[in-house]
């Protein structure tokens, strides 16, 4: 008889047979304890009797899991009752006044809306998210608690970073740098977030308050950046000049950053010398051709750019799905993507920087990467991104956590 002890000490193997990762024909993966074994993919799996599981996956079309770079899921209204916009908003202070009325009109807890939206997001093979949640005296640290709350039902499944987001401004709402402060000390945040230093919050030391809490609790930054021209590029210069002075590279991350499309070739690719030289990251979330960051051209230049979902069914917009093979899609139709390789690039980003963006390592189907992959119907990774197949399966660390679109 076999001891508890002997069996627990056994590696656990399992055996996906018959899959194609990103594309070709069918063969076997062997996992082990979560990451793919040393002998990578092969056509046999494992040897017989070795394997604790053995996963039929019928020649499905494998890909690696998603990474969500900047989502706010705080803020959706995701399975509630159909929330009917009435009005237009004209900049960002109108859009956060609806987000107040928003949350005061929903009954369901942010914590609870949160968890649905990102179950979802798991369930249609998102890995990890970066969680940006609203900090304001309006809502003290309401999001943030919520946005845990969801992140620890969650754990296993999906990762989560946390941002303390000043949706609000810091100089526009006072108080706001104190919460924050509060956020660092209690645990809830991974990063320190900030927005417009120069538009929005019209504040000369915002970037002051934001590196200086970073610094002092050892957090990652966070940066949104929405304004165009000058006005966007003096803050993002300022940020990278922060960046290397406080030797913070691969920790700050600037999003959306509208003021970078406009730019000249060579002004675009000088500038993305810079970013790539201190290690700051971008984050682009593809909502249409004018605003959504020329991603190969950064990657070419060594800068990191995460993909993210932004808002999902919120006071914002109606629109948004939590999905990131559609956010590829998306990010691949905005840059007008036609060849394989442009299409491809889309998903790989979100898979491969996203997962550099967040800290987690490369899920490749190489010997030692993780087992975290999503099974499609589908020839390859290209037509994966045009069709946006459904997912028939989601593995975690060699776990399935999800089929057909729904948790396990």
């Known amino acids: 008889m076999t001891s508890p002890n002997v069996e627990q000490s056994r590696p656990h193997t399992v055996v996906f047979r018959g899959i194609r990762p990103l594309g070709g024909p069918p063969v076997d993966l062997t996992v082990v304890d979560g990451v793919v074994d040393a002998a990578g993919v092969g056509a046999g799996g494992a040897a017989p009797g070795t394997a604790s599981e053995v996963v039929d996956c019928a020649g499905l079309l494998a890909l690696p899991t998603l990474v969500d770079a900047h989502i706010h ?4 209204s995701w399975g509630e009752p159909w929330y009917t916009r009435r009005r237009p908003a004209h900049g960002i202070a109108d859009h956060v006044a609806q987000d107040v009325e928003l949350s005061r009109s929903l009954p369901t807890p942010v914590g609870v809306r949160a968890h649905r939206l990102l179950a979802h997001a798991a369930a249609c093979g998102t890995r990890a998210l970066r969680a940006h949640a609203d900090v304001a005296p309006a809502f003290g640290l309401e999001a943030l608690v919520g946005v845990n709350e969801a992140r620890a039902a969650l754990a296993g499944v999906l990762d989560v970073q946390t941002v303390g987001f000043p949706q609000h401004g810091l100089r ?35 970037l002051d308050t934001v590196f200086g809490l970073a610094e002092r609790h050892r957090l ?132 491969h920087d996203g997962a550099a963006l967040v800290g987690l390592p490369r899920a490749d189907f190489t010997p030692g990467a993780p087992a975290d992959f999503l099974l499609v119907d589908g020839e390859c990774l290209a037509q994966a991104v045009v069709d946006v197949p459904q997912r028939r399966m989601v593995v975690r660390a060699g776990r399935i956590v999800a089929r057909d679109g729904a948790l396990c």
């Open 172 to 206: 526009q709402a006072p108080g706001t740098d104190r919460l924050l402060d509060e956020a660092a000390r209690s645990g809830l945040i991974d990063l320190v977030g900030g927005i417009d230093p120069a538009g929005f919050d019209d504040d000369p030391e915002h």
């Open 220 to 351: 990652g930054v966070d940066v949104h950046l929405h304004d165009r021209g000058a006005r966007g590029l003096a803050p993002l210069r300022e940020i990278i000049a922060r960046t290397r002075a406080l030797d913070m590279g691969g920790q700050v991350t600037v999003s959306h950053v509208f003021c970078l499309p406009g730019l000249e070739p060579r002004e675009l690719d000088e500038l993305a010398d810079e970013l790539a030289a201190a290690g700051v990251s971008l984050t682009t979330v593809a909502a249409d051709s004018v605003s959504v960051l020329p991603h190969r051209r950064l990657r070419a230049h060594g800068v990191r750019v995460g993909i993210g979902s932004d808002g999902v069914r919120d006071a914002w917009s109606p629109f948004g799905t939590g999905d990131m093979l559609h956010r590829a899609h998306l990010l691949g139709y905005c840059t007008g993507a036609r060849l394989d390789e442009e299409l491809d690039a889309c998903y790989l980003g979100a898979a």
């Open 73 to 76: 899921p705080d803020k959706t």
